[in-house]
């Protein structure tokens, strides 16, 4: 089936430095997520977007976050700069369209913070 | 605020029993929320296994299958006989029509051989 990748599969990075996590979502997809798991914890819904902007973002997207997919490329987070708690497994997802279309998730990307 | 609350892992049958999961959810924003139940096989990622967006009705694949029952506002995953295959994680999940989608925590399956 439709496979979305997630580019690097781990990154370990010092705290405070940048760190870009990239996205290859399903090729015809519109929508694009990103989620946030902690170790032990559920998966948490970081932000959506849709043609060029950020839809609806939860309290967990803070400001040292954002999103973009520059002309049809990887859809990327980015965060600047990174905090001890950034710590986690991000995953991306991609939908056709919104609401009750399947979302696709990727494998994951796990950001280490040292 | 919406939420899912599902039976807290790990769980360990041998093949060829049956299997439920419970799962609870709570809609604050819509009254009848779509759901989902995704997994996630060791070493991929995750996917959707069913889903069902109109309340009463039932959804099945692989043999798993669950009922939207708004009464309850429960979602329960149920085999009748699993199999070693079936070890995996599974996630009840719901989505408000707000895009996005809100999870269970999870529960660890593990099938006896």
């Known amino acids: 089936g439709p496979k979305v990748l997630q580019i690097p599969s781990h990154q370990i990075i010092d705290m405070g430095q940048m760190v870009t996590l990239n996205c290859d979502p399903v090729s015809n997809h519109l929508y694009f997520y990103w989620y946030k798991q902690i170790l032990g914890q559920q998966m948490e819904f970081l932000v959506n977007?849709?043609?060029?902007?950020?839809?609806?973002k939860s309290k967990l997207f803070k400001d040292q976050f954002s999103v973009e997919r520059p002309d049809g490329s990887y859809f990327t987070l980015k965060i600047q700069p990174t905090a001890l708690e950034d710590s986690a497994v991000y995953f991306c997802?991609?939908?056709?369209?919104?609401?009750?279309?399947?979302?696709?998730f990727g494998p994951g990307t796990r950001l280490t913070v040292l | 605020g919406d939420s899912v609350t599902q039976t807290e892992g790990p769980v360990t049958v041998s093949e060829s029993e049956s299997l439920i999961i419970n799962c609870t959810y709570s809609?604050?924003?819509?009254?009848?929320?779509?759901l989902f139940w995704y997994v996630r096989y060791p070493g991929e990622g995750l996917q959707l296994l069913l889903k069902v967006i109109t309340a009463g009705q039932k959804g099945s694949s692989r043999g798993f299958e669950a009922t939207y029952n708004k009464e309850t506002t429960s979602f329960h995953l149920q085999k009748a006989s699993v199999q070693e295959s079936d070890s995996a994680v599974y996630y009840c999940?719901?989505?408000?029509?707000?895009?996005?989608?809100?999870f269970g925590k999870g529960t660890h399956l593990h099938v006896l051989p």
């Open positions: 997802a991609s939908s056709l369209e919104g609401s009750s279309y399947e979302q696709y």
């Open positions: 977007f849709y043609n060029g902007k950020v839809m609806e």
């Open positions: 809609a604050t924003s819509i009254a009848y929320p779509n």
């Open positions: 999940a719901l989505d408000t029509n707000a895009y996005k989608v809100i």
